[in-house]
C-alpha cells in the first residue's frame, strides 16, 4: 500500500523561505517527484529525485533521504505567485504509476 | 510547447446519465492517464492507457472504463453517473520511456458535478 503524508497548509511571508515536509510509506519506490498547481490549473513539474541528497533549481530546492522515507521541497525567497498548492508523488518501482500526497497549499502572503 | 487540453472546464449532469470526458495531447506520447482529485485525497489514479487501444485500471477504476482509439486521444465514460462521482478529472501525458524518471504532463482539468 501507499501511505504519502504532507502538511494540508502553510503560510509565509513575501521573501520568507519555506520547507514542505513529505514522509511515505510505499511498498516500492522508484523516485519521488514535487508538482506546483496553481488553483484552477494543470499541476507541473517542480522536481524529481531518486538518490539521496539535495537538488538546487533556482528558489526552489528538493531533499531525499530513502532511508528515512522523507523528503522535502524548499522555496527561498518567497513570491506571490508561489501561492499555490504543491503536490508530493512517489512513483511505483513495482507499477511505474505515481502515488500522491494531498497536497499542501501555500499561502504567501505581503 | 507541451500541451494536454481537455473537451470542457465545468460540466454537470445529472444521476444516470453517461458522460465522457475527451483529452487530446499532442506531444505524441503512449501514455496516458486519467486521475481525480478531491480535497484531502489527493490525485487518484483511476485508468492508464500505454498504448491505442490498450488500458490497465488503477486505483479506483469502479464505476468508469476509457477509450483510446487513437494515440493522441484518451476518453474517460461514466456509464451512469453518481453523485459520488462529482470531482476534478485530470488527464496527463508522459513519453514510453518506462523508467525512474517518468515526468507526466497535465491538462487543466475537468470539474464534473453530478446532481
Known amino acids: 500500500g501507499q501511505n504519502i503524508d504532507q502538511p494540508t497548509e502553510m503560510t509565509a511571508t513575501e521573501g520568507a523561505i519555506v520547507q514542505i515536509n513529505c514522509t511515505y510509506q510505499t511498498s516500492g519506490f522508484n523516485g519521488l517527484f514535487w508538482y506546483q498547481q496553481h488553483a484552477g490549473e494543470a499541476p507541473t513539474f517542480l522536481s524529481y529525485n531518486v538518490l539521496d541528497g539535495l537538488e538546487e533549481k533556482g528558489r526552489f530546492s528538493s531533499f531525499l533521504s530513502r532511508s528515512k522515507g522523507y523528503s522535502y521541497l524548499l522555496l527561498k525567497e518567497l513570491q506571490m505567485k508561489d501561492s499555490a498548492s504543491y503536490l508530493c508523488a512517489v512513483l511505483r518501482s513495482n507499477d511505474y504509476k505515481l502515488s500522491f500526497g494531498a497536497g499542501t497549499t501555500v499561502t504567501v502572503r505581503a | 510547447d507541451v500541451k494536454v487540453t481537455q473537451s470542457s472546464r465545468y460540466l454537470v449532469k445529472r444521476t444516470g446519465e453517461k458522460v465522457f470526458l475527451e483529452c487530446v495531447q499532442d506531444m505524441d506520447h503512449e501514455n496516458m492517464f486519467w486521475y481525480r482529485q478531491d480535497p484531502g485525497l489527493g490525485l487518484r489514479l483511476i485508468y492508464f492507457?500505454?498504448?491505442?487501444?490498450?488500458?490497465e485500471k488503477g486505483d479506483i477504476p469502479e464505476g468508469y472504463s476509457v477509450s483510446r482509439e487513437k494515440k493522441e486521444r484518451f476518453s474517460l465514460i461514466l456509464e451512469s453517473a453518481s453523485t459520488n462521482q462529482t470531482s476534478m478529472y485530470l488527464c496527463a501525458s508522459s513519453p514510453r520511456q518506462v523508467s525512474s524518471y517518468n515526468e507526466q504532463f497535465f491538462g487543466p482539468g475537468t470539474r464534473l458535478t453530478v446532481l
Open positions: 492507457s500505454y498504448d491505442v487501444k490498450m488500458k
